[in-house]
């Protein structure tokens, strides 16, 4: 082969082996990679559909009432502590551990990477203390430390671990760390983790209430649980957050209400506030489902589940920011537009009259109501038939700019998530409304809902307060 051929194939052939290393990696990192699994369903809008999976089941009974991809492989994230936790009560119970041992901290504990509580090697803090920093903090060093105590090493203790997984019937769960730092072999199932958060209230009732604890404080430091819903939401009391950049947004929640406790797992959430958004769906649905079957009615989750509407329909085009730092934002949260208002329909005494549908139009910047006559069904209309109308729709635009605040909030990602929330758990009260949006106004966020007539800002008002969540009727 003569020199120019050598010189016009050598970069050829050095591309192709180029690639073929490649595709080779990319496939390496593919079998590494946890099953998806399943359709994602068509009420959630999760921008990383595949790593979603859910599960919701009764406490009491193990009955699965909703699942979706439950059995598909995910990484655990910072749940992987709730079984760090059980094997600490375990040993609580035998008294082989007691509140008041001393938990050192290693070179290795003090060198993973945060959340933690920031000890330096041959630092200590009692057991008591590194299980509240483990189930509020989340706190990675903590749980490596209690590994070593207990196991040994951490790697030790993994084994422990997975053997207590295969013993509780977590058939498709493998640990290899004590934290739920990233490592593509730690792979668990929205089913397995139900049946480990049904074994920490079974097995250890007496420790449980250590996954309702707001907030921890150790050597002058507080910080608070990462469980939003605790507190938020009626009934929630556990169990435990998670999130790397592979596993989404995790979160196994419990609630009781009415003397019935549910346990519900999200995997795979695109964000804290889709995650607990959908967490309170699904909690709200299982638990209208038990109410349902009370009174003979045969339902399901997936039948009263509200759905929102399709991904990326909102009632007016966003601002080129849409991120709720300027005035009037209409914030539509993980695809959730909130309810359009049903226009009310004003119609004369005389049947030969025409209808008047009053709607909201804007008019120098403002919303206002109009009575809109459809021009294929005008007719000429006796007077007082107009007059009638004229009164009400006068009516009805002096006493429809009510609006109804839900809360007031120092950064706009809090108030889009108040303002979720409220969507969800308040659809009914919020019916009459034309929609939430977040305002900003004199250094807050504030999340309202306008449209209301007087009347129906109070009943909304009413009917929230009822049900433990502060509200105020605001007049135009």
């Known amino acids: 082969m003569d020199r120019l051929a050598r010189r016009l194939i050598v970069p050829f052939v050095v591309a192709a082996l180029a690639l073929a290393s490649l595709a080779g990696a990319a496939e390496a990192k593919a079998r590494h990679k946890p099953h998806s699994g399943g359709h994602l369903p068509s ?22 009432l909703y699942e979706q991809n439950a059995d598909a492989h995910r990484y655990p994230a910072s749940i992987t502590k709730v079984m760090t936790l059980y094997l600490t009560f375990e040993a609580l119970a035998d008294h082989r551990l007691s509140y008041d041992d001393r938990v050192v901290v290693s070179p290795h504990a003090a060198s993973v990477i945060p959340d933690k509580v920031g000890l330096r090697p041959g630092q200590s ?15 990675n060093d903590m749980a490596v430390a209690m590994a070593e105590k207990l196991g040994g090493t951490e790697a030790h203790f993994a084994e ?6 295969k013993q509780l019937g977590m058939n498709n769960t493998q640990y290899v760390n004590a934290s ?3 490592d593509n072999r730690q792979l668990t199932t929205a089913r397995d983790i139900s049946i480990l958060s049904r074994a920490v209230m079974r097995d250890f009732p007496q420790y449980y209430t250590l996954f309702s604890t707001r907030e921890f404080t150790y050597a002058r430091r507080t910080w608070k649980n990462h469980n939003h819903l605790l507190g938020s939401t009626p009934g929630v009391d556990g169990i435990k957050t998670g999130f790397t950049n592979a596993s ?3 979160l196994a929640a419990s609630a009781m209400r009415d003397d019935h406790r549910l346990i519900a797992v999200v995997m795979g959430g695109s964000s804290t506030a889709a995650r607990d958004l959908h967490v309170e769906d699904l909690l709200d649905a299982g638990f209208t489902v038990i109410k349902k079957r009370e009174l003979g009615q045969q339902t399901t989750i997936a039948q009263n589940l509200r759905e929102p509407l399709p991904t990326g329909a909102v009632e007016r085009p966003p601002t080129a920011q849409g991120d709720g730092d300027q005035d009037e934002v209409h914030i539509v949260v993980d695809g959730k537009a909130p309810a359009g208002r049903v226009h009310a329909t004003i119609k004369a005494k005389d049947d030969g009259a025409a209808a008047c549908t009053v709607k909201r139009v804007r008019v120098r910047h403002k919303l206002v109501k109009r009575c809109v006559t459809p021009a294929a069904d005008a007719r000429p209309q006796a007077a007082d038939s107009a007059r ?12 429809g700019d009510w609006q109804v605040q839900l809360g007031a909030y120092k950064s706009p990602a809090q108030a889009r998530a108040q303002l979720a929330r409220m969507n969800s758990r308040f659809s009914g009260a919020l019916a009459a409304s034309e929609g939430g949006q977040v ?38």
Do not use: W
């Open 439 to 476: 305002q900003h106004s004199a250094g807050a966020y504030r999340v309202r809902f306008a449209g209301f007539s007087a009347d129906e800002a109070s009943k909304a008002c009413e009917t929230i307060k009822a049900r433990g969540q502060a509200c105020m009727a605001l007049r135009p």
């Open 43 to 64: 009420f959630l809008h999760f921008t990383a559909q595949p790593k979603y999976a859910s599960i919701v089941v009764d406490a009491k009974t193990g009955e699965v």
């Open 160 to 165: 422990l671990m997975t053997a207590k997984a």
């Open 388 to 399: 009638t109308i004229k009164a009400e729709v006068a009516k009805a635009e002096a006493d």
């Open 180 to 182: 739920g730092l990233p």
């Open 248 to 250: 989404g947004f995790n």
């Open 125 to 139: 803090l009692s057991v008591r203390e590194a299980m509240n920093a483990i189930a509020v903090l989340s706190a």
